[in-house]
């Protein structure tokens, strides 16, 4: 019930549409670009409608404008009222409504086709818009309570403009055309607004239901169960992508957190021993009276479990250290060189008295990002473990050189080396080979080294043969060269 619960909340959130929510959003997305585009699409057909019908009636007017052009500019003829209004009437009965009047290059009225009150008022406006043109214009004007299209032409003669011709057709049967496909064509496109919106809504939500079911199934995946993964929808596409990426996270977690779990483990151990230890010959001591020779053994121990358990401490904070921290926000620079060189004086002191020669080849000036504490005790870690399992008349061998933009530190060994079975788990936390039982160690060494090499840019590759030795190459991006 209380899963039901929670699921009928989830699909409530998920079908409650905010101004804020990605669903609204991709529905007005699609809903406006669809409704745009049908806008487009409609004011087009318009247009393109309005302008055949306009081209059909612009064709004739033409052709009756041609015709009275013609006679005007014939030589013999001379323009009077009586032949004109006579003209007139005998080009145009065959077209009903159809005006025609013709002014001179000042605008005066020269001759009307039909009988109108006011033709001055009607031919002034027209005659405006053709005065400074020598092109034929067309123009819409409204005569009385009809709308008419007209053609106005200039007639030249010898060069110059000397009468204007305005042709009319009526386009009442156009402009009703036109109101009542504008009409048709608004309705049609109000249709379309509400399925359209409906259907970016449900589109909007099938595209993002798979996201909804993976955010489901991500809520109920914890540290508990992190083996469970995010079911592949197999859309092929981002969805799919997605799903991947959050399997891969999880895949990332969950051996972090077994990492983790097993360090804690590890750690709980190492710990665990050296304070038994502690505890018990405490309580021994106590048990009865001690001498003083018994009471300085006893502290000689306790002091060599302590040091012990310190340097364990010491490594896992260097562990941790480690991971804090990053090539990208690592903002120190050490001096490689005077690192290695002062690894060299330590080494021929760690060496004394085990019959092993130190021999070192160290390139001076190499800078490189870095912490110099905490990338000297790593180097010295490697520098320990070399001289630690190298054999009696033994030579190790410490070189630093720069090789392109990189600083190279090769730690070789003439020891006992590192099995096929350890070298890959030679970097594991609290891992310590087979052959190291009676050697002291925590098994963090090379682990802190490895963090905190990654950590200044660098990386460490170990190459190992039993029986002859150890070859640990550590390579730096050079920060500058000073000489």
């Known amino acids: 019930m209380e899963w039901d619960t929670k699921s009928a909340k989830r699909l409530s959130l998920y079908y409650r549409m905010t101004t804020n929510s990605i669903r609204f959003r991709l529905t007005a997305l699609y809903s406006s670009t669809l409704i745009f585009s049908l806008a487009i699409l409609f004011v087009s057909f318009f247009w393109v409608t309005q302008r055949e019908l306009?081209?059909?009636?612009?064709?004739?007017?033409?052709?009756?404008?041609?015709?009275?052009?013609?006679?005007?500019?014939?030589?013999?003829?001379?323009?009077?009222?009586?032949?004109?209004?006579?003209?007139?009437?005998?080009?145009?009965?065959?077209?009903?409504?159809?005006?025609?009047?013709?002014?001179?290059?000042?605008?005066?009225?020269?001759?009307?086709?039909?009988?109108?009150?006011?033709?001055?008022?009607?031919?002034?406006?027209?005659?405006?818009?053709?005065?400074?043109?020598?092109?034929?214009?067309?123009?819409?004007?409204?005569?009385?309570?009809?709308?008419?299209?007209?053609?106005?032409?200039?007639?030249?003669?010898?060069?110059?403009?000397?009468d204007?011709?305005?042709?009319?057709?009526p386009i009442d049967v156009i402009q009703q055309s036109l109101v009542a496909l504008y009409g048709s064509l608004t309705l049609v496109f109000l249709s379309f607004v509400i399925p359209t919106i409906v259907g970016g809504y449900m589109l909007a939500g099938s595209a993002l239901r798979p996201v909804a079911e993976i955010s489901r199934e991500m809520e109920e995946i914890n540290s508990e169960n992190l083996k469970r993964r995010v079911r592949n929808p197999q859309t092929h596409d981002e969805i799919e992508n997605l799903?991947?990426?959050?399997?891969?996270?999880?895949?990332?977690?969950?051996e972090s957190f077994t990492r983790e779990r097993q360090f804690i483990g590890d750690v709980a151990h190492e710990l665990k021993t050296p304070l038994t230890t502690l505890k018990t010959e405490i309580e021994v001591t106590l048990s009865r009276r001690r001498t003083d020779h018994e009471y300085k053994k006893v502290m000689t121990e306790l002091l060599i479990d302590t040091n012990h358990l310190s340097g364990?401490?010491?490594?896992i904070l260097d562990l941790a250290w480690s991971k804090t921290y990053s090539y990208e926000n690592m903002k120190d620079t050490v001096n490689i060189s005077a690192v290695i060189r002062e690894l060299t004086e330590i080494a021929q002191k760690l060496v004394y008295g085990k019959g092993v020669s130190i021999k070192?080849?160290?390139?001076?000036?190499?800078?490189?990002?870095?912490?110099?504490?905490?990338?000297?005790?790593?180097?010295?870690?490697?520098?320990?473990?070399?001289?630690?399992?190298?054999?009696?008349?033994?030579?190790?061998?410490?070189?630093?050189?720069?090789?392109?933009?990189?600083?190279?530190?090769?730690?070789?060994?003439?020891?006992?080396?590192?099995?096929?079975?350890?070298?890959?788990?030679?970097?594991?936390?609290?891992?310590?080979?087979?052959?190291?039982?009676?050697?002291?160690?925590?098994?963090?060494?090379?682990?802190?080294?490895?963090?905190?090499?990654?950590?200044?840019?660098?990386?460490?590759?170990?190459e190992s043969t039993l029986g002859k030795g150890t070859t640990i190459t550590i390579i730096f991006p050079l920060e500058l060269t000073t000489s």
């Open 312 to 315: 364990t401490l010491t490594n």
């Open 360 to 462: 070192s080849q160290v390139e001076q000036g190499l800078i490189v990002r870095g912490k110099k504490d905490k990338l000297f005790r790593a180097i010295l870690n490697i520098v320990d473990n070399a001289i630690k399992y190298s054999k009696s008349n033994g030579i190790v061998s410490i070189k630093l050189r720069q090789q392109e933009n990189q600083a190279v530190v090769r730690v070789k060994d003439t020891g006992r080396g590192i099995s096929k079975a350890d070298l890959p788990h030679i970097f594991d936390r609290f891992y310590r080979g087979s052959k190291t039982d009676k050697t002291l160690g925590s098994g963090l060494g090379l682990s802190i080294a490895q963090a905190v090499i990654i950590s200044c840019g660098g990386t460490i590759d170990i």
């Open 243 to 254: 799903t991947h990426t959050f399997n891969s996270m999880l895949d990332r977690l969950e």
């Open 164 to 169: 204007i011709v305005m042709v009319g057709h």
């Open 54 to 162: 306009y081209n059909h009636t612009d064709a004739t007017l033409q052709s009756h404008s041609a015709r009275i052009i013609t006679i005007l500019t014939q030589n013999q003829f001379q323009l009077d009222t009586q032949m004109s209004s006579q003209l007139l009437s005998d080009v145009f009965n065959e077209t009903p409504g159809m005006l025609v009047l013709i002014t001179n290059n000042q605008g005066d009225v020269l001759t009307i086709s039909q009988k109108i009150t006011g033709a001055e008022k009607i031919a002034l406006p027209l005659f405006n818009r053709t005065k400074d043109s020598n092109n034929p214009v067309f123009v819409n004007q409204a005569v009385g309570a009809m709308d008419m299209r007209f053609i106005l032409s200039p007639v030249s003669v010898n060069g110059s403009v000397r």
